[in-house]
């Protein structure tokens, strides 16, 4: 499963990425061929690949945080941090979820549509965040388990830069 997530957020990425490209190349050089509703196709593309990638980043920890002061705490203070983390962030995916599902099926009912000649629907764009949520809270939900009942301060404790070799 994480193969096919990296896969989805390099494939949107990119998509994105050729969108803009062909966006700004044909405005100043082919003028004839530019279509002007591409930049907004890429932002809803980055929107979808952002919303994905952090729950993968939850599973590789890879989130960025301020840790200078975490880093120098002890390991228990450390795994008290790191819980109280995981649950807000159990509870930030859920609310994602329930929020985001009732703001896509509203859009899908009131046939929210773009205000540009794309009239792209809106609901599309809105679901990043139910599925966001939806893959964000189980990724929480199992680092919250790890920290409470498989604990190893040893392999879990956040290191200071100066003591990794």
Known sequence: MSKFI??????IGLFALLTYFYQIVSTWLFHDY????????AVY??????????????????????????SRLS??????LEIFNCS???????LMLWHGTFL????????????????????????????SGALLAPRFAIRLWRWSFRYDPGAMR????????
Do not use: K
Request: avoid cysteine; charge should be negative; glycine fraction near 6%.
């Open 6 to 11: 990296r896969g989805l957020i390099g494939a």
């Open 34 to 41: 530019a279509v002007i509703w591409f930049s907004e196709v």
């Open 45 to 70: 593309g980055l929107m979808w690949a952002m919303l994905v990638a952090a729950s993968e980043l939850v599973r590789v920890d890879g989130h960025i945080r301020a840790d200078f002061l975490v």
């Open 75 to 80: 390991a228990a203070a450390q795994r008290r």
């Open 88 to 94: 807000v962030g159990v509870v930030f995916g859920l």
């Open 104 to 131: 896509t099926l509203d859009a899908w009912e009131l046939n929210e549509r773009s205000p540009t000649t794309l009239a792209f629907p809106l609901w599309v764009y809105y679901s990043a965040i139910p599925v």
């Open 158 to 165: 956040l290191s200071h830069p100066a003591e990794v070799s």
